[in-house]
């Protein structure tokens, strides 16, 4: 086994393609493309945000389905679609469903008379829209064979885990966040001829740095200037400043090194990104490509847990739309006859849609120097902050309520959803696919549901507790009073 050295070497590399190697799976996250404000609902993905994610979808088709791509996935379907080797995900979510739709139209365009099909009579059926091709987003459609479907439920959960939010908001305490607050007092202050309609001067201050930028930046792509008020004051530094200030008070909340749970949402990925390369590594007739849609903040979480920002600051930063990075499982070894001794990993990533003119990059992980692991070491090293199953979940939230109710106290809920060991079935005791979908539902609406129940209890108020409040503060503080999404996308 050996790794061509030369990509041993620096974190950023372009990307290239050895001859000899095999990609033998991959794991693509993604974020949405371009979408409208998050300050008015409905937020929607834009024309523009929907031909990104296209782009990026076509790009990854090209590297990794097509016939002639060059890390061609072995024994991936080219141009129609096996179901059983792809898995695409994404939170209950407008913008990011609709962004792994689009997505998926590149990844598997319409197949034309590929996909035609004779009937026992003879006759050719094409199917609507020239062979359009119908990819379940979310749901797994291989779930005997896949672990990681029956987990879904969690993976929605990462703004349903009590610890993570706490932490999150203990942020709002930090010096950190309270020195930058007063520091940027002035800068927020000054700009409010441009957004006092929708900003006043209580609510322009680095508290929002994530929403006053958010409504800013898109207002700067889809407004003409001249109707934008007091457009001057938007110079290039200053836009610059807003998303400066946006990346910090967002890493702030997605990880504190001392605080590793402020990451959840990241932990949930990394148990996915491993399990899902496992199963193509172990089980080569099945799932090969997994494809998840998630929030800048996943991005920053994972990052902050992966040390990616060892590799380069610029990890510190929120990620363009349509940005993704992608695991690729490859070996020099005769793909038929493989030992993960001869399998490795490695990390790419790209900021904002790929494309050949800014394809993703090799940066190392781990605070290490090597950008492609051997598949042990990148378990090890993934395992070292993944949360695995819904059982290690609960613990690590420090939820007893809801799906967790069980496992705290002592039923390994692990041994039932993933242990399934020889048996195929799903339904020996696992928790089925419709199920874990249902608990996901029920994990973001037990969250809901409790805010309001406190909201609505006004009479019963005085007996809430003084934490349960701030958690409401809090939670309300996070979600930036976007109440039609939990997810910060
Ligand atoms: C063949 O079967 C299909 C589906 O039942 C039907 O729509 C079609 O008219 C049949 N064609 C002939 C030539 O009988
Ligand atoms: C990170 O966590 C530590 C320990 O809990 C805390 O002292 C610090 O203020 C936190 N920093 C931020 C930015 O939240
Ligand atoms: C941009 O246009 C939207 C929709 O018309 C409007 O709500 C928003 O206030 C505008 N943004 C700015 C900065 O003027
Ligand atoms: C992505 O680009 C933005 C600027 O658009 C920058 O702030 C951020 O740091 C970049 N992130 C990475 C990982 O390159
Ligand atoms: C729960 O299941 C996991 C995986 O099967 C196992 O590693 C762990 O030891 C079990 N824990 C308990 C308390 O049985």
């Not at 050719?124 to 062979?131: A, H, S, Y």
């Not at 990925?269 to 090969?288: C, D, E, M, N």
């Given at each position: 086994?050996?790794?061509?050295?030369?990509?041993?070497?620096?974190?950023?590399?372009?990307?290239?393609?050895?001859?000899?190697?095999?990609?033998?799976?991959?794991?693509?996250?993604?974020?949405?493309?371009?979408?409208?404000?998050k300050?008015?609902s409905p937020v929607?993905?834009?024309?523009?945000?929907?031909?990104?994610?296209?782009?990026?979808?076509?790009?990854?088709?090209?590297?990794?389905?097509?016939?002639?791509?060059?890390?061609?996935?072995?024994?991936?379907?080219?141009?129609?679609?096996?179901?059983?080797?792809?898995?695409?995900t994404s939170p209950v979510d407008n913008v990011l469903q609709?962004?792994?739709?689009?997505?998926?139209?590149?990844?598997?365009?319409?197949?034309?008379?590929?996909?035609?099909?004779?009937?026992?009579?003879?006759?050719?059926?094409?199917?609507?829209?020239?062979?359009?091709?119908?990819?379940?987003?979310n749901?797994?459609?291989?779930?005997?064979?896949?672990?990681?479907?029956e987990e879904n439920g969690w993976l929605q959960g990462g703004s349903g885990c009590p610890n993570a939010i706490a932490s999150s908001g203990?942020?709002?305490?930090?010096?950190?966040?309270?020195?930058?607050?007063?520091?940027?007092?002035?800068?927020?202050?000054?700009?409010?001829?441009?957004?006092?309609?929708?900003?006043?001067?209580?609510?322009?201050?680095?508290?929002?740095?994530?929403?006053?930028?958010?409504?800013?930046?898109?207002?700067?792509?889809?407004?003409?200037?001249?109707?934008?008020?007091?457009?001057?004051?938007?110079?290039?530094?200053?836009?610059?400043?807003?998303?400066?200030?946006?990346?910090?008070?967002?890493?702030?909340l997605?990880?504190?090194?001392?605080?590793?749970i402020r990451?959840a949402s990241?932990?949930v990925?990394?148990?996915?990104?491993?399990?899902?390369?496992?199963?193509?590594?172990?089980?080569?007739?099945?799932?090969?490509?997994?494809?998840?849609?998630g929030a800048?903040g996943t991005?920053?979480?994972?990052?902050?847990?992966?040390?990616?920002?060892?590799?380069?600051?610029?990890?510190?930063?929120?990620?363009?739309?349509?940005?993704?990075?992608?695991?690729?499982?490859?070996?020099?070894?005769?793909?038929?006859?493989?030992?993960?001794?001869?399998?490795?990993?490695?990390?790419?990533?790209?900021?904002?849609?790929?494309?050949?003119?800014?394809?993703?990059?090799?940066?190392?992980?781990?605070?290490?120097?090597?950008?492609?692991?051997?598949?042990?070491?990148?378990?090890?090293?993934?395992?070292?902050?993944?949360l695995?199953?819904m059982a290690?979940w609960c613990a690590a939230c420090g939820s007893t309520e809801g799906v967790c109710a069980g496992s705290s106290s002592?039923?390994?809920v692990?041994?039932?959803?993933?242990?399934?060991?020889?048996?195929?079935?799903?339904?020996?005791?696992?928790i089925s696919t419709a199920v874990a979908g249902v608990i996901g539902a029920m994990v973001t609406l037990a969250v809901i549901l409790g805010l309001e129940t406190l909201i609505l209890g006004v009479g019963g108020l005085r007996v809430v507790k003084k934490k349960t409040l701030r958690q409401l503060d809090l939670a309300q503080k996070m979600s930036h009073d976007d109440a039609s999404s939990m997810e910060k996308v």
């Open positions: 086994m050996h790794f061509t050295p030369l990509l041993l070497l620096l974190p950023g590399l372009p990307l290239g393609v050895e001859a000899a190697e095999t990609v033998l799976g991959a794991y693509i996250f993604h974020r949405h493309g371009d979408r409208t404000t300050s008015y929607s993905l834009t024309s523009l945000g929907a031909e990104q994610v296209y782009l990026s979808g076509s790009w990854y088709r090209n590297r990794y389905v097509a016939a002639d791509a060059p890390a061609r996935i072995n024994g991936i379907a080219a141009d129609v679609v096996k179901l059983s080797q792809l898995a695409v609709n962004s792994a739709q689009v997505f998926l139209q590149g990844l598997y365009p319409p197949a034309g008379t590929a996909s035609a099909q004779k009937l026992a009579n003879g006759t050719v059926v094409n199917g609507p829209l020239g062979g359009y091709q119908y990819i379940p987003v749901a797994d459609s291989n779930s005997a064979s896949s672990k990681q479907s203990s942020y709002f305490d930090s010096s950190e966040y309270l020195t930058k607050l007063a520091e940027t007092k002035d800068f927020y202050q000054n700009l409010l001829p441009v957004y006092e309609q929708t900003f006043p001067s209580a609510k322009a201050t680095f508290e929002n740095a994530y929403t006053i930028y958010d409504f800013v930046h898109v207002s700067t792509i889809h407004n003409a200037s001249d109707s934008i008020p007091s457009n001057d004051l938007l110079t290039p530094q200053t836009q610059q400043r807003l998303l400066t200030l946006a990346s910090e008070h967002e890493w702030g997605a990880f504190n090194s001392s605080e590793p990451a990241g932990s990925l990394a148990g996915h990104i491993v399990q899902a390369l496992s199963t193509a590594l172990t089980t080569p007739t099945s799932q090969k490509l997994t494809v998840q849609f800048y991005f920053m979480s994972f990052f902050g847990l992966s040390q990616a920002p060892a590799a380069s600051a610029d990890f510190y930063g929120i990620v363009d739309y349509a940005s993704s990075f992608v695991f690729e499982l490859v070996t020099d070894a005769d793909p038929s006859s493989i030992s993960t001794d001869d399998v490795g990993v490695r990390f790419l990533f790209v900021n904002g849609t790929a494309s050949d003119a800014n394809p993703p990059r090799a940066f190392s992980l781990f605070g290490q120097t090597e950008t492609t692991l051997k598949w042990k070491d990148f378990e090890s090293e993934m395992n070292k902050f993944s695995h199953n290690e002592g039923s390994n692990s041994s039932t959803v993933s242990g399934a060991g020889g048996s195929s079935s799903s339904g020996s005791g696992g």
